[in-house]
């Protein structure tokens, strides 16, 4: 199946959060199963200068009066896909992350810059690139990629099929309805029926109205979204589409996310030998100025600082960890007014608490090596990479029971699973008060050394790699290319499948 995978993130190139490393990976992992599989991202400045570009250019023509556009040839850094990135200069080349300026503001024409770059994929699908490539089926990312399948909905047939992956239904991509002229619609979009949403134009809803399939990235998010309570306002128009939506389990590259390699870490180990993971705690414990002490339980967070992840409630936790004679580490940015209280926090109990704000991979690294938990309390998850990555490198999950957090950690307490099957510790109550009773059950693992040897060896050896959910993925596109008629089977890897 031919395929091009439309993505605003993709792992090394841009990366904001867990789309880009699910964009780096899951494509790799189908070009591996007879996928002709080709990318596409815009032309961000990080991007250019990490691409390896291959000089054959392609001109796409003016597109919403932004000049001639270009598509720059490339391979993708790691995997060596064709990569095109979408090359308008006065868009996509500043400085500041893929969505925002450098003082955290939106940028105020990402309606423009994400409608350009969906223009640009329905061109390249349409062949109208002169590049003799016509894909059978678009594989389009979040709301960034949402107006596609309604452009190629005003086009005549024969036209490729599109799969919109939902990776968070919090972010959808509203705009005034006044920016509707300007975005190289057809008029008869702007509707109820259409993109029009409250009054506004809505990317994700187009993609949720016009994709021909819809897939989210844990199956227990899948459902959630359909309630009013999680739907983010759109569980309606999701509703109307659930026979096409299924929920697929995010992957983990583990040739990226392993201790055994020892990549950033002061020494490597895996689960039949925690020596290192002793010696990267206390490489941590120096490197963060906390004391260095094996017996004190260290909790790390390594996340966005926003309400998602709960880390407003974080400074109220603290007090209580360090009563316990536990350690907190956290690295992330987010939400200025977080930020700002959890780096207070970090002030308040030297050498037990350790705040860095900032994006640093080798850190985020270090911090799962090092540490005896990862702390991930989301009010909302839809799947949840961080504690994937957490339990390969020891560091065993406290996980609130939502979306892709409840699909992939097992309860030390879960009575409906045998034992020895338990990988972390999963809490009903999204509140500080079950946040503190899950830290308190830690604790309590932390004293009973076998058993959280057990535990964490688990987590580290079971695989969330990438090839089961690829195979559904896989299915889905053949479906879609009219290559197969079997459907995806509507159950995804439960964790009894993943930990077999
Ligand atoms: P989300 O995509 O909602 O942010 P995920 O858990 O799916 O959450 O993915 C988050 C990704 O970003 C993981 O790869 C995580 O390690 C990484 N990450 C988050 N914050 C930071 C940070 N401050 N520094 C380095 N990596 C980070
Ligand atoms: C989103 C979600 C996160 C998910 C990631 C990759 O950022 O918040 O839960 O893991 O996308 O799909």
């Not at 994709?211 to 569980?235: F, M, N, Q």
């Not at 697929?248 to 030998?273: C, E, K, M």
């Not at 050394?449 to 688990?458: A, C, G, K, M």
Request: hydrophobic share 40%.
């Amino acid at each position: 199946v031919r395929t091009l995978f439309v993505s605003s993130e993709i792992y090394p190139l841009a990366k904001t959060g867990g789309l880009a490393d699910v964009s780096a990976a899951l494509p790799a992992a189908l070009a591996g199963q007879c996928t002709d599989m080709r990318l596409l991202l815009p032309s961000y400045v990080p991007a250019l200068d990490q691409a390896r570009l291959t000089g054959r250019d392609v001109d796409l023509g003016e597109i919403l009066g932004f000049g001639p556009v270009r598509l720059l040839g490339a391979r993708t850094p790691d995997s060596d896909l064709p990569l095109w990135l979408v090359d308008c200069p006065a868009l996509f080349r500043r400085d500041g992350t893929p969505y925002q300026q450098a003082n955290g503001a939106d940028w105020p024409d990402n309606h423009l810059r994400f409608a350009l770059f969906a223009h640009a994929a329905a061109r390249l699908a349409l062949d109208r690139a002169g590049q003799d490539w016509r894909p059978d089926v678009l594989h389009l990312n979040d709301w960034q990629t949402g107006l596609v399948p309604a452009i190629l909905a005003a086009q005549a047939r024969p036209r490729p099929r599109t799969l919109l992956t939902i990776h968070n239904v919090a972010f959808q991509g509203d705009f005034p309805g006044g920016v509707f002229p300007r975005l190289g619609l057809a008029p008869w979009l702007y509707s109820p029926d259409g993109i029009e949403f409250y009054g506004q134009v809505s990317f994700l809803k187009a993609g949720i109205r016009f994709a021909d399939k819809l897939t989210t990235v844990s199956p227990t998010y899948a459902r959630e979204i359909l309630t009013p309570k999680r739907g983010c306002g759109l569980d309606g128009v999701l509703g109307t589409r659930a026979r096409d939506l299924v929920g697929i389990l995010n992957g983990v590259d583990y040739s990226v996310w392993s201790p055994t390699h020892g990549l950033n870490l002061a020494a490597r180990f895996g689960p039949q030998d925690l020596v290192g993971k002793e010696a990267c705690k206390a490489s941590l414990q120096r490197e963060l100025g906390l004391e260095t002490s094996e017996r004190a339980p260290l909790l790390v967070f390594v996340n966005r600082l926003t309400e998602q992840k709960m880390a407003d409630v974080l400074p109220d936790a603290v007090a209580s960890i360090c009563r316990r004679g536990g350690q907190l580490a956290v690295l992330g940015r987010g939400d200025p007014g977080i930020e700002a209280r959890v780096r207070a926090m970090g002030r308040e109990q030297p050498g037990r608490v350790a705040v860095r704000i900032g994006y640093d991979e080798p850190s985020a690294r270090r911090m799962k090596a090092g540490g005896d938990f990862s702390l991930v309390p989301s009010r909302f998850e839809p799947c949840g990479l961080t504690q994937l990555y957490a339990m390969r490198y020891g560091a065993v999950p406290i996980v609130s029971r939502v979306g892709g957090l409840s699909d992939t950690v097992v309860d030390t307490d879960d009575t409906t699973v045998s034992t020895d099957t338990a990988t972390g510790v999963v809490f009903d109550a999204v509140d500080l008060s079950g946040l503190l009773g899950a830290i308190d059950r830690a604790f309590a693992l932390f004293e009973s050394d076998e058993t959280l040897r057990q535990v964490r060896r688990r987590g580290m050896t079971v695989d969330f790699g990438w090839s089961r959910s690829a195979v559904r993925y896989r299915e889905l596109y053949e479906l879609l290319a009219g290559t197969s008629d079997r459907a995806p089977e509507g159950r995804a890897p439960s964790i009894a499948d993943a930990a077999a």
